[in-house]
């Protein structure tokens, strides 16, 4: 079965400073996709960043990075020059068909 | 405009009761999901249907029934309310093989 784990259930940064999520996951599977999705208090799930399995390269998206290591399955979120507005559950999932399958999420407190 | 919407955004009723849940999306995609988070924040997938076709039906208590009248709309329903069913409910969609999922806002569903 394909499970997805964060082991952080809470995290908390000061402003301005670097941050980092970790996710393992587990499968058999060679393709598929990982991704880190952020729900603020507002309760809305936000694509954050995302990751092809078959690219070597760290996906990048403005101060948001991940550090994938395939044969590790491991997939962390690195958040640089955290805002307060990063405050949120952060949520890695994977998916290789239709199903995402998402971990049990950590809550990031940001403080000024 | 909003790309995936949902009705209502919070919904409070009894025990017994029957309810449905709306979802819209106006990306032009030709799946869409339904998925249930708990009180814990754990998000599960529970059915997901393409081109109107239930193709992903996950140990749900025959209670909830979803309906797709048309690729746009996948509405939900649950009969006989319980207290167990208290959650947020999220719609989503995508396009089937592009794995990135859009969100909507959420019905917070509280059963006293």
């Known amino acids: 079965a394909q499970t997805v784990t964060q082991s952080q259930p809470e995290m908390s940064v000061q402003e301005a400073e670097t941050v980092t999520l970790s996710c393992t996951y587990d499968?058999?599977?060679?393709?598929?996709?990982l991704f880190w999705y952020k729900q603020p208090p507002s309760r809305q799930m936000i694509l954050v960043i995302r990751?092809?399995?078959?690219?070597?390269q760290n996906a990048t998206e403005n101060r948001f990075s991940v550090n994938f290591q395939k044969a590790a399955k491991s997939f962390s979120l690195k958040i640089s020059d955290s805002q307060l507005g990063d405050t949120a559950m952060y949520f890695c999932?994977?998916?290789?068909?239709?199903?995402?399958?998402f971990g049990t999420g950590t809550r990031l407190q940001v403080f000024p | 405009d909003t790309a995936v919407s949902q009705t209502p955004k919070y919904l409070v009723t009894q025990m017994g009761n029957d309810k449905s849940i709306k979802c819209e999306q106006n990306?032009?995609?030709?799946?869409m999901y339904w998925y249930k988070q708990d009180s814990k924040k754990f998000l599960k997938i529970m059915f997901s249907?393409?081109?109107?076709?239930?193709?992903i039906n996950e140990t749900v208590p025959n209670r909830f029934s979803p309906k797709s009248p048309d690729k746009a709309h996948l509405n939900l329903h649950i009969n006989s309310l319980e207290l167990g069913d208290s959650a947020v409910y999220f719609c989503?969609?995508?396009?089937?093989?592009?794995?990135?999922?859009?969100f909507g806002p959420g019905t917070r569903l509280t059963v006293t």
């Open positions: 249907y393409n081109n109107k076709e239930l193709i």
């Open positions: 999932a994977f998916i290789n068909t239709d199903k995402l399958i």
């Open positions: 990751q092809e399995a078959y690219k070597q």
């Open positions: 990306l032009g995609h030709d799946t």
């Open positions: 499968t058999s599977e060679n393709n598929y996709y």
């Open positions: 989503a969609s995508s396009q089937l093989g592009a794995y990135e999922q859009y």
